[in-house]
Nanobody, 115 residues
Framework: QVQVVESGGGLVQPGGSLRLSCAAS????????MGWYRQAPGKERELVAV???????NYADSVKGRFTISRDNAKNTVYLQMDSLKPEDTAVYYC?????????WGQGTQVTVSS
């Protein structure tokens, strides 16, 4: 069983920045991949960014060049640095941990980009 807890969401103006954090209950060395997904009202949940235990990253085209995923192994935490935010980035952001064949999800954190 893996627990992941997100934090760092909030309200930000267009062009602003936020950093989301996802703390895992176990060492993230043992988690094959951790990622961020988001779900906007009326839309399906979509992948935003993912980082593997080996450090390989992958991003949705819509966030490339603006978002950066990183990990701090000592803190068992994965971050999502979001810069140049746009109104269309507004969504609930979920942390995901893929541990063996099971996906574990956090409760989500709201990000709202609005003036």
């Amino acid at each position: 069983q893996v627990q992941v807890v997100e934090s760092g969401g909030g309200l930000v103006q267009p062009g602003g920045s936020l950093r989301l954090s996802c703390a895992a209950s176990i060492t993230i060395f043992s988690i094959w991949a951790m990622g961020w997904y988001r779900q906007a009202p009326g839309k399906e949940r979509e992948l935003v960014a993912v980082i593997t235990s080996g450090g390989t990253t992958n991003y949705a085209d819509s966030v490339k060049g603006r978002f950066t995923i990183s990990r701090d192994n000592a803190k068992n935490t994965v971050y999502l640095q979001m810069d140049s935010l746009k109104p269309e980035d507004t969504a609930v952001y979920y942390c995901n941990a893929k541990y063996y064949t099971t996906n574990y999800w956090g409760q989500g954190t709201q990000v709202t980009v609005s003036s």
